[in-house]
């Protein structure tokens, strides 16, 4: 079954803690894993996907085929990264299977 | 905003009349997707269109679902006879290559009574 896992609904950090945000996966292919975020009243925007290996934000995110899993890091938090953030799988060429979400509160 | 637009931004209806939500796509992108998305819980495919063509839909589509994309610009997705499970909210995307690179408009959130 193709099928995504975010296991926190929420998350609530202090700013400049460290944030991970968690998101496994089942998919018997080759992922094509991607994180979504949502800023409040705003579109779904992409925020970075996996064969890019790149930081966005000060956000990383690694591919552990072991552990089927990518995970969304970040070593500290701010303010402005409140917002839900949702993880993605592409199994196919052109939808995706997102996962629930994880809402994400960065206090002050 | 020259994004993805969406109309109407909101539609509250009885249960059993029919509704019709638009997308415009950004004006060079060639394919279109519809996800629905409900309460609690992330985004759902429905339907990917590649110009005028649509070329997948989601098991989700039931009878009562049915989007078009005439001349391979704005997209209309219709559902007949609504149902209380039908609220949600419908969000468009569009892109000219891959998935990846689609951009979501926002939405529109269907609330049947």
């Given at each position: 079954a193709q099928r995504v896992t975010q296991p926190e609904k929420?998350?609530?950090?202090?700013?400049?803690?460290?944030?991970?945000?968690?998101?496994?996966?089942?998919?018997?292919?080759?992922p094509e894993l991607f994180w979504y975020v949502q800023y409040s009243r705003q579109r779904l925007q992409l925020l970075l996907r996996h064969i890019s290996r790149e930081s966005i934000k000060g956000f990383t995110a690694d591919l552990n085929k072991g552990e089927t899993s990518f995970h969304l890091k970040k070593p500290f938090a701010q303010e402005e990264d409140s917002a839900m953030y949702y993880c993605a799988l592409r199994p196919g060429t052109y939808k995706y299977i997102f996962g629930t979400g994880t809402r994400l509160k960065v206090l002050a | 905003d020259t994004g993805v637009s969406q109309d109407p931004r909101h539609k509250i209806t009885k249960r059993g009349q029919n509704v019709t939500f638009r997308c415009d796509p950004?004006?060079?992108?060639?394919?279109?997707?519809?996800?629905?998305?409900?309460?609690?819980?992330?985004?759902?495919?429905?339907?990917?269109?590649?110009?005028e063509a649509q070329l997948e839909k989601s098991r989700l589509l039931s009878d009562r679902f049915s989007a078009e994309r005439p001349k391979g610009s704005f997209s209309t997705l219709e559902i007949q006879r609504t149902e209380q499970g039908d609220s949600a909210m419908y969000l468009c995307a569009s892109s000219s290559r891959g998935p990846e690179e689609a951009f979501f408009g926002q939405g529109t959130r269907l609330t049947v009574v």
């Open positions: 929420l998350l609530s950090v202090f700013k400049g803690a460290p944030v991970e945000l968690k998101c496994n996966y089942s998919y018997s292919g080759s | 950004i004006s060079e992108h060639n394919r279109l997707y519809w996800y629905r998305q409900t309460l609690g819980q992330g985004p759902e495919f429905l339907t990917y269109f590649q110009n």
